[in-house]
């Protein structure tokens, strides 16, 4: 797979599955975005990538809460790289609100705000730049969200149990299959729902347990 010389802004990717990403991408080629809140982790993952001719790194610290934050994080990427092929939504904010949780709608706005409003605004901004290029762009979130349930706080012998692949998934699972639909190997492939899970969500088990953890509450 080569992304040489294309532009990738990823949400979220001072930490965890974005950063993942980030140098996934970065090590086939792609100049990127690395954006959150925290300017000594972005700078962490800047770091990782390791300074190449013609290939940039830019840090750029951006809250997703806050429409400004949004618009010049867009801004500055243009200015800085002139073009956007590869938008990955990835930003998130847990841990997610259980239905009994009467205290905070606050944390509830927040979580929706998130993952969605900044979603919406951010593309709407990135899409006619996307429409020059012919790029594309990524969506992550939990398979929880294609089925209501969210089991992972079960832990470790919950996973072997149920991930038919018998492990927990890490965030490289996750860049693999994110560079895979950046690249012009996927270039059929639109509007697909890909679960990068270990078979969890196919798992029978899953349904199992879950009925009985919430028996037991
Ligand atoms: N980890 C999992 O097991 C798992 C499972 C299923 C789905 N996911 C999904 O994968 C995505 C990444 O998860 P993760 O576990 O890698 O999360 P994480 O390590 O907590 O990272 C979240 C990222 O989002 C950024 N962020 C949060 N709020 C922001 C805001 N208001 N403005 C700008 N950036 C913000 C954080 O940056 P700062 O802190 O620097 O602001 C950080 O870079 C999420 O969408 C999550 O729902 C994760």
Known sequence: MDLKGKVALIT???????????????????????????????????????KRNNQ??????????????????VAKTIAELGKIDILVNNAGVGPAIGLRDTTSMLAYDRLTNCYMRCVQVL????????????????????VSGVKACDLLSAGETYCRLTYHLGRIGES??????????????????????????????????????????????
């Open 56 to 73: 940039r790194a830019l840090g750029v610290r951006a809250d997703l809460l806050v429409d400004k934050g949004i618009e010049e994080l």
């Open 12 to 50: 979220g990717s001072s930490s965890g599955i974005g950063a993942a990403i980030a140098v996934k991408l970065w090590s086939l080629g792609a100049n990127v975005v690395i954006t959150g809140r925290d300017d000594k982790r972005i700078q962490q993952v800047v770091n990782k990538c390791h």
């Open 123 to 142: 593309t709407q901004l990135v899409v006619p730049y996307l429409e020059i290029t012919k790029g594309n762009i990524v969506n992550i979130s939990g």
């Open 172 to 217: 490289e699972d996750v860049a693999e299959a994110v560079a895979y639909l950046c690249s012009p190997a996927a270039s059929f492939i639109t509007g697909a729902i890909l679960p990068v899970d270990g078979g969890s969500f196919l798992s029978p088990d899953n349904i199992r347990l879950f009925s009985s953890l919430i028996k037991k509450q």
